[in-house]
């Protein structure tokens, strides 16, 4: 299908588009106040990581809260595995409903977690459950989320209404990043290591309550409630048992590992330039927590606009040619870029430098969700989204910053920067040598209309 062909397709008659959007804003909303929970622990760990570690030496402390983080990232294959297969097998919206009561509950453990001086590490194993669990509801989440929205877009559109997964990823760290700034203009430093830090924790329980309320009356998707409303046609109870196990999944192997291959360098540098980048600029360039905080949040709220942008392109010229501009840019950019930033000497040449970095992070980020679903027929595709993400991001994208910090803790902090490129490098190996998934069928109403055809059509809707 060429893109002229996916240009004129006919538009969507006015009730199907009110239920497109219901979906996109109830799937992305619920997926910003995930990430909220998720970052805002990265957002305040200098302001918490006194109270949980005793010692002098700050670069350590930030070390054992930051390796606190990647364990959280160990339990998202758990949570990609159970809830991508819950997805699979009872839908997006029943897994999307979980997740967001999973993260409530570690947000609220977060913030009444004693201190190291009221009980000693006990505060430490507080946190280390809590994140945990927070680690289980994003490995369901990402696919979840990544699914949905891809599954409930126009099949021209899917690059732009997988975008939002980003763009609301990032306004959950914008939220996070919007209420230290406020804080660090109403508190003194002192309250905000006491108890000041507790509070973001408590506002994303409240939040996510909401969120809850409003996932439990999304629609489900049109290619998941096809597959499952004619089991009964496909080999009853055999086919509807196959739905979202690993045995299914190990059908489609070769898929599971590019999901891995195509994540590991994107979730290096996503990473490197959103949760380290404040602690980059304080620890390296010497810039002050405000200046560096406010760096951080004017720079990403400029990324989640060009998310959308970048999307929409996808969906004209194809998937590839982005992936393919990130990594190659990543893979020559990244050591002059951080070499750079660790020289800033103010908030407009961190700024500057930080939007060139971010602008390149987009060619992944934008259409990472759309690729993965795309590659994946629908009875797998939350498992297969889930489970090989999540593991990339244990492996790579949650030991991102407990690398870097080892690196600068031994003297040596550009060898993270030839780290970050070597990622990227593998993956834009990948990119080349993957097909272009923006023509993929996702479910039986778009075969009809399409009438699509080669092997890889006839996958996406088995």
């Known amino acids: 299908m060429s893109p002229s062909a996916v240009a004129v397709r006919p538009q969507p008659p006015g009730g199907e588009r009110a239920r497109r959007r219901l979906a996109l804003i109830g799937g992305s909303l619920g997926n910003l106040v995930e990430w909220y929970d998720w970052f805002v622990y990265a957002s305040f760990a200098v302001y918490f990581a006194d109270d949980f570690f005793p010692g002098s030496d700050s670069t350590a402390k930030l070390m054992n809260t930051a390796g606190i983080f990647a364990v959280g990232f160990l339990m998202r294959p758990v949570g990609g595995w159970l809830l991508g297969r819950a997805a699979d097998r009872h839908g997006r919206k029943s897994a999307l409903t979980l997740t967001v009561t999973m993260m409530s509950a570690a947000a609220v453990l977060i913030a009444v977690a004693p201190t190291y001086a009221q009980a000693g590490y006990l505060g430490a194993v507080v946190l280390l459950l809590a994140r945990l669990l927070q680690g289980m509801s994003i490995g369901g989440e990402y696919a979840a989320s ?14 732009l209404g997988s975008s939002f997964q980003y763009v609301s990823m990032t306004c959950g760290q914008l939220l996070g990043l919007g209420i230290l700034i406020v804080m660090q203009h109403t508190l003194s430093s002192a309250q905000l290591h006491s108890w000041g830090w507790r509070a973001p924790f408590l506002l994303g329980a409240v939040l ?9 009356r999304l629609p489900e ?4 409630t096809a597959e499952t409303g004619g089991r009964e046609q496909d080999g009853g109870r055999e086919q509807d048992g196959a739905r979202g196990t690993l045995r299914s999944l190990w059908e489609h192997r070769r898929q599971a590992l590019l999901v891995m291959a195509l994540t590991l360098g994107g ?3 996503y990473y490197t330039y959103t949760t380290y980048l404040t602690k980059y600029l304080i620890g390296s360039a010497g810039l002050a927590k405000n200046t560096a905080t406010l760096v951080s949040f004017t720079a990403l709220a400029v990324f989640a606009a060009i998310q959308p942008l970048a999307g929409l392109l996808s969906d004209r010229i194809g998937r590839r040619p982005l992936l393919i501009t990130f990594a190659l840019g990543c893979t020559v950019g990244t050591y002059p870029l951080m070499t750079a930033l660790g020289s800033a000497s103010g908030y ?11 602008v390149i992070v987009t060619g992944y980020t934008s259409i990472n969700a759309a690729v993965k679903a795309e590659l994946f027929p629908t009875r797998i595709r939350a498992l297969g989204v889930a489970l090989p993400y999540a593991l ?8 991102a910053e407990y690398i870097a910090l080892w690196f600068k803790n031994s003297g040596h902090e550009s060898g993270f920067f030839w780290y970050v490129s070597g990622c990227a490098l593998v993956s834009l190996v990948v990119y080349v040598l993957m097909p272009d998934t923006r023509n993929a069928v996702l479910s039986p109403e778009e075969a009809r209309t399409e009438a699509p055809t080669g092997a890889a059509a006839a996958e996406a809707v088995r």
């Open 146 to 159: 990544a699914t949905y929205l891809t599954e409930a877009s126009a099949p021209n559109r899917r690059g």
């Open 208 to 216: 996510a309550g909401v969120v809850l309320w409003l996932r439990r």
């Open 221 to 224: 998707t049109e290619a998941f």
């Open 267 to 269: 979730t290096v540098a």
């Open 348 to 358: 407009w040449s961190a700024l500057g430098l930080s939007l060139v970095a971010l």
């Open 392 to 399: 990339a991001n244990a492996l790579f994208g949650g030991t």
